[in-house]
């Protein structure tokens, strides 16, 4: 049997192994259009911005080694131009070869042709570079280097050393490439069609995310697009010009289907190759894995694309089983993700509540604001955690989180609770490893367990922070003095909670003689909590403030 996979970057890699490792016998050939074969692409921002100081580090395998430790023929500069569905062919084009094309012949084909970068069709935009590739990588890194080490002196001899780049579009590699540009003591400025950063958090974490780019001296232009590329600026639609001496376009990507169309094979709704529970697409003799194609969402069920390579290893990997006569059980994809931007991490797993709210599911969303390990040890950083689920079901549908250490550890538990049915109340009774330097002895975890079986069971009630309405109810600050100082909510009455007991009766009736009804809140939602019940039995209409004081505030910071 004889199997061609075109890429050879994460999905195309895995498979090709994978396959060698289950079929000695089997004829494997590798055809990807780079120079290069299995690299760490994830690595390629910092590469540019001197975290890892070495090129070859990138290199995971090449041609060569991946020949003599899996007998793999892979073929590189090889660009696959047309697929012959009816006589099992494909066309190559080596690029090395001046553009000679040939043909050959295949059992199977496994198309892993990746994603491509989304370039708009604006003035100048050729002068923009792209990042996905290491030709893109060296092509920066270049450019970088040459605009560090040029002498740009006057006439009097003062050398500059500012230089500028602007990055179009706030998502992953947009801040990844924001932070690595500035640790090369470049400006940096962030342009983004959305009114903010980082796309799959909900506004008022991504507002985390923006106070913390500003510290760094990384501008940010949300709200407006780039309009034309000029010699040595970018214009954007609001009229404002920014000096760019480096353009990079980051506003996403899209799956990489000329072939497969070409081909005449099936896409799905949200326009990647449609692929059946065995990767098979619409050819039975031809799979699709990767970024390439349309996958399934674990938590809706959707349509959805997830361009990560954790999943597109996962499904080469499953592709090879299947070719090799294994049966195989892919689950969806979560589009568990995280991002360093300078001193957060910034992790996502499920649904968001935008999409929730889009699609009118119902939903309930939980604020903390944890520490990262026990208060009493030294150098415990803040995690402020988002929690959205379904509150008839306890189903968890999502989670973000950011903050300091422990920030992955905490989404990703919350990813295989996701996966592993686990209910959001029942967070509670997850055994998480505790000792005072690594976590709490409630887990930031756990209090997420706590706070969702309260919501379930009707123990408590809350308010969103983008639902507080003072003519609705009468806020209530009961925090100390001190903190009400630094900044509470407009018209908020206060009363701290060790004086809420005796001083309750302090809180206006209305014409009938009955307590007017209150929303409660703290720093953080704890003291609240406690505040709401102690009022709820007292006879009050009382709800608490989700995530505090501190969640409204950081959702309102400019």
């Known amino acids: 049997m004889r199997t061609i996979i075109i890429g050879g970057v994460a999905g195309g890699a895995s498979a090709a192994t994978r396959l060698r490792r289950l079929d000695e016998q089997h004829e494997i050939v590798v055809l990807e259009r780079s120079g290069y074969v299995s690299f760490a692409n994830c690595g390629l921002p910092y590469y540019i911005g001197g975290t890892i100081p070495e090129r070859r580090s990138l290199l995971l395998q090449t041609p060569a080694s991946l020949h003599a430790r899996f007998g793999l023929d892979v073929r590189v500069h ?138 760094h001296g990384v501008g940010l232009a949300l709200g407006v697009q780039v309009s034309e590329v000029r010699p040595d600026t970018v214009l954007l639609s609001d009229g404002r010009e920014l000096d760019a001496d480096l353009v990079v376009m980051s506003i996403g990507v899209r799956p990489d289907v000329t072939l497969a169309k070409a081909a005449g094979l099936a896409l799905g709704p949200r326009g990647g190759i449609q692929v059946d529970a065995q990767m098979r697409t619409s050819d039975p003799h031809i799979f699709a894995v990767g970024d390439a194609v349309d996958k399934s969402d674990a938590t809706t069920g959707e349509p959805t694309l997830v361009p990560l390579a954790n999943s597109a290893n996962r499904q080469g990997r499953l592709v090879a089983d299947v070719i090799a006569g294994r049966s195989i059980r892919f689950g969806g994809v979560l589009g568990t993700a995280i991002v360093k931007v300078f001193d957060l991490t910034v992790a996502v797993t ?114 969103g922070w983008d639902e507080v309405d003072a003519s609705d109810r009468l806020l209530i600050d009961v925090r100390t003095a001190g903190e009400h100082r630094r900044g509470h909510l407009e018209g908020a009455v206060h009363i701290p909670i060790d004086e809420l007991r005796a001083r309750h009766v302090e809180i206006p009736r209305d014409a009938s003689g009955a307590p007017v009804p209150v929303a409660v809140y703290c720093q953080v939602g704890q003291r609240g909590h406690t505040a709401s019940r102690l009022l709820t039995q007292l006879g009050y209409d009382v709800v608490n403030l989700d995530g505090g004081w501190l969640t409204w505030s950081l959702a309102h910071a400019r």
Do not use: C, W
Request: charged fraction near 25%; charge should be negative.
């Open 78 to 215: 090889s660009e696959v131009v047309a697929i012959d569905v009816a006589a099992r062919t494909v066309t190559v084009r080596d690029l090395a070869d001046g553009g000679r094309e040939y043909t050959e012949a295949y059992d199977h084909l496994v198309l892993s042709p990746g994603a491509s970068p989304i370039v708009p069709p604006i003035p100048g935009v050729e002068r923009a570079l792209t990042l996905r590739t290491i030709e893109d990588t060296d092509r920066i890194k270049q450019r970088v280097d040459d605009l560090l080490g040029a002498a740009d002196s006057s006439e009097d001899g003062v050398t500059s050393d500012h230089h500028s780049a602007v990055l179009v579009g706030g998502g992953f590699i947009g801040l990844e490439m924001a932070e690595s540009l500035r640790e090369r003591g470049l400006d940096v400025t962030v342009v983004e069609l959305a009114p903010q950063v980082m796309a799959p958090l909900d506004p008022e974490m991504a507002a985390i995310v923006a106070a913390e780019l500003r510290r």
């Open 350 to 463: 499920g649904v968001n509540e935008k999409r929730l709210r889009a699609s009118g599911r119902n939903h309930r969303a939980i604020h903390t604001h944890p520490g990262s390990h026990a208060g009493y040890y030294p150098g415990a950083e803040r995690i402020s955690l988002k929690l959205l689920f379904d509150p008839s079901t306890g189903q968890i549908l999502g989670a973000q989180g950011v903050g300091g250490a422990g920030t992955d550890k905490r989404i990703d538990v919350l990813a295989t609770a996701i996966i592993g049915g686990i209910r959001a109340d029942e967070l509670a009774d997850l055994e998480l490893a505790y000792a005072p330097p690594f976590g709490s002895a409630k887990d930031p975890v756990n209090q997420l367990g706590y706070v969702a079986d309260n919501l379930m069971t009707g123990t408590t009630r809350t308010i």
